[in-house]
């Protein structure tokens, strides 16, 4: 997603795989994108938080114009094209996904600091649970708020020195369409970059 940064630095999601009726949207807030993870997870995805429409079909990075399961392709990530209705297959490949952030929102602008600092500490209980040997961040904003990064400093997507609960870190550019700082081939090349740095 892409919007305003979130503030500088300083409940689990529900279990269900099945899709939500459209009327729901009047009680999106109530609702929670379920993880795709099983033991044995190698690279844990995070996204900031869900969409609109992720959270009423119930699927990651569901967005018309989102382009993470073409880039999962093409990058050679997974070996055949996927779409978000397949995020429960992520386990087959040792891939995870979850959120920062469980609450959906149409954009990141109308979320506040109160939900990052409760969702960095849900997503530490996560990674100790879990122990993925990579955790990699959907969107250079979100590094920048997990690790307090001053949005002036230059980030390189990529492995990066720093570790989150003893798992490596990694940064991919935000795969929106809205997201016009990368080109789709340099974002294709950070995910395949991704790959060979895959335990």
Known sequence: MQGKRPPARPSSPRR??????????????????????????????????????????????????????????????????????????????????????????????TLVAADYHAGLVELRRKVRRWKPRVVALVGVTLYRFVFGIPPREPVAVGEQRDTFEGARVFVLPNPSGRNANFSYAEMRAAYAALGSHRP
């Not at 609702?31 to 997870?41: E, H, K, M, Y």
Request: aromatic fraction near 8%; charge should be positive; proline fraction near 10%.
């Open 16 to 109: 269900s795989n099945r899709a939500r009726p459209s009327d729901s949207h009047a009680d999106l807030s109530t609702l929670r994108l379920t993880d795709r993870v099983r033991p044995g997870v190698r690279v844990l995805f995070v996204g900031i938080n869900p969409g609109v429409r992720s959270a009423l079909i119930n699927h990651h990075f569901a967005g018309h114009s989102n382009r993470f399961w073409k880039l999962l392709f093409d990058s050679g990530l997974v070996p055949e094209p996927i779409a978000c209705a397949d995020d429960d297959r992520l386990p087959e490949w040792g891939f995870g996904i979850t959120n920062l952030i469980p609450r959906p929102t149409p954009g990141i602008d």
